[in-house]
């Protein structure tokens, strides 16, 4: 598989019509929501019962595809279509059934919108048509320009050129694919790894409250669901073949069997690869345009149905199909001949690409077999080939129509998509949707075994369509392989566990660091009095003069004690988190303790027993009626 963009010929620019309504089924507060993430949507069900194939056109809209859009039959805006395939509205908004499509604002006029009542017409591209979607044409474009685009947004149709293809990014700055979120324990590295898969997948801001984020939170779990998003957390044992490949044994009838098994990272880039696979909306199909999964797969239901069903070879001799239980190969006998010779579906769909009709093998010699596929039986490849062609012509109808609706990315298997990924062109890839893999705790796994030779294969340049695109063969598929552009790597380390200095070189140039230290301003409450933001600031100032900043202690801990919260409360925090750092920290260096604690007497020296024997050391406890005293946190920092 090799994917190479090219650059996309000079044309005129696609421009379609999105109407909101101003009230009824997208309410105010859904519109409110939607132009502050920056989308457009429409209502349609699956079998888009909303009427004129609005649903159908909707997901035909191609990315950089311009759009104006009506609201209340007055123009608002002009922007650019971002992502290549719609959304679901999150269920935040309450809307079941309605779809969105991410955009980027151009023009926006909506403070004093334009009055659309003297642009009159049947065109459903008119902003008073009864239309909620319609594409300009092309031979209507200046008709558009003259009385839509030059005295709404002052623009002209040459100039729209200067504004570029534009991909999905606001709220967060999506530029790096690879990113550690780092920082001393509890400063919301974890908490903010969901927001920015959120933000990078909704093109939506950061949220400013706890309401905001239990909203991105819900739309996390959504995507996790729908396999946008995944979460895995690294640790000592964890290995490339957890990570890409490896063999697993399985035992079935008593018997053991050994299958090479994809681990989530090789997962999650099959299916970012998948998703840039561009599939044209009904209507725009032609015959050649029968996707050959489809095809393979109606054609070897065809083949079970017959299983008499014989087949001429080039040389004029008969073959007969034999029964499979594979998915991905056909089997072909001579006569009574109990060898089998195998047609295997990866090859086949190379002979499709080059001799995609019954009228294109006319001239197919067994040379053109061998240089299209390599060595092969090019006898057999020759008949499966004619008669799978054959089947497509007889049956072009009813393979035109299985494909009308454009299937659901989760009802095709992945085993499924990985073999549309091998089968696919360099030009049947787009941009694709974005999706995301967070490793929490990366810097706990050993970088060089869990990534092996894809560490290079991250690199933005070497991804998929980079100017250095490059691929492997991977030792236990001999797959080749290469790591999309849309695929996102987050990742969390915890400093106090490992530095930054000791993280592997190869690592660190490969990813963008993003420090995540305690703000104590995030503390505002008090809890019996005692001031959280003084106390945490002097706990850290005196870390890192006695350790370093890596060891400072975050904010997060103490992010759930509000004004109503009681010492008690606070008294569990330090008991069970903070008290056990600092002794890890230290060591049980008590005088170093003592003085991160300031005049806070939390440990006392245990009286010692009658031992027998004159005691050495000081033995410290902690003092559990000094934990419940507001008094003593506030030593802390007075």
Request: proline share 5%; aromatic share 10%; charged share 25%.
């Amino acid at each position: 598989m090799s994917i190479v963009h090219s650059a996309a010929k000079t044309q005129a620019p696609r421009v379609w019509k999105v109407s909101h309504g101003k009230n009824g089924v997208l309410a105010n507060r859904n519109y409110a929501w939607l132009m502050k993430n920056k989308c457009v949507a429409i209502g349609y069900a699956p079998d888009d019962k909303l009427g004129k194939g609005q649903g159908q056109k909707f997901a035909g809209i191609q990315q950089g595809d311009y759009l104006y859009l009506v609201r209340n039959q007055k123009i608002v805006l002009f922007g650019r279509f971002t992502t290549s395939q719609p959304e679901p509205v999150p269920p935040s908004q309450n809307s079941p059934g309605w779809w969105m499509r991410h955009i980027e604002v151009i023009r926006d006029i909506s403070d004093a919108p334009y009055a659309s009542s003297n642009i009159r017409g049947k065109d459903g591209w008119k902003p008073t048509a009864n239309t909620t979607i319609a594409l300009v044409p092309e031979d209507q474009l200046e008709q558009f320009a003259a009385a839509i685009l030059k005295p709404a947004f002052k623009l002209d149709l040459a100039g729209l050129e200067k504004f570029g293809t534009k991909t999905a990014s606001a709220g967060v700055d999506n530029s790096p694919l690879n990113r550690i979120l780092y920082g001393p324990p509890g400063t919301g590295k974890t908490f903010h790894s969901v927001t920015h898969a959120v933000q990078i997948i909704d093109n939506t801001p950061a949220p400013e409250n706890e309401v905001q984020f239990q909203e991105q939170k819900l739309r996390f779990d959504q995507l996790r669901r729908e396999g946008r998003i995944a979460f895995i957390t690294f640790h000592q044992s964890f290995s490339y073949e957890d990570f890409i490949e490896g063999i697993r044994a399985e035992a079935v009838d008593r018997q053991l069997s050994y299958d090479v098994r994809d681990g989530i990272f090789k997962q999650m880039a099959n299916a970012a690869m998948y998703s840039k696979i561009q599939r044209q909306p009904s209507g725009n199909r032609e015959a050649a345009d029968i996707n050959f999964g489809d095809l393979f797969s109606a054609f070897m239901a065809w083949i079970e149905e017959n299983p008499h069903l014989s087949i001429t070879s080039s040389t004029g001799k008969q073959l007969w199909f034999k029964p499979t239980a594979s998915e991905d190969t056909l089997y072909v006998s001579h006569g009574d001949s109990e060898k089998r010779h195998p047609a295997g579906r990866e090859r086949l769909s190379k002979l499709y690409k080059k001799y995609a009709s019954v009228s294109a093998m006319e001239t197919l010699k067994n040379k053109d077999i061998i240089t299209v596929i390599g060595g092969a039986n090019t006898t057999v490849y020759w008949a499966v080939l004619k008669t799978l062609l054959k089947y497509k012509k007889d049956h072009l109808a009813d393979l035109k129509a299985a494909q009308e609706d454009i299937p659901p990315e989760a009802a095709i298997d992945y085993k499924e998509k990985k073999a549309r990924i091998r089968e696919a062109d360099a030009s049947d890839f787009g941009a694709g949707l974005p999706y995301v893999l967070i490793i929490d705790e990366i810097n706990r796994g050993n970088t060089s075994r869990v990534f092996g030779e894809l560490i290079t294969l991250i690199e933005d340049s070497k991804r998929a369509g980079g100017s250095e695109q490059a691929e492997v063969i991977l030792p236990y598929s001999n797959d080749s392989f290469t790591v999309p552009d849309n695929l996102y790597l987050i990742g969390t380390m915890n400093t106090a566990d490992r530095s930054l200095a000791t993280i592997d070189t190869a690592l660190r140039r490969r990813f963008d660091f993003i420090e995540m230290m305690p703000d104590p301003d995030q503390l505002s409450s008090t809890v019996d009095g005692v001031d959280l933001n003084a106390m945490l600031r002097a706990m850290n100032d005196r870390i890192e003069q006695l350790y370093d900043r890596e060891h400072t202690i975050g904010h997060a801990f103490f992010m759930r004690l509000d004004d109503n919260a009681k010492v008690a409360d606070l008294a569990r925090i330090f008991n069970n988190r903070i008290l056990p750092l600092l002794e890890e920290y230290f060591f049980e260096d008590w005088e170093k303790i003592a003085k991160v604690l300031g005049k806070a007497a939390i440990y006392t020296i245990k009286a010692s027993p009658n031992l027998g024997f004159e005691a050495r050391n000081k033995v410290y406890c902690r003092d559990a009626a000094a934990l419940l005293k507001a008094e003593t946190y506030i030593q802390i920092y007075q």
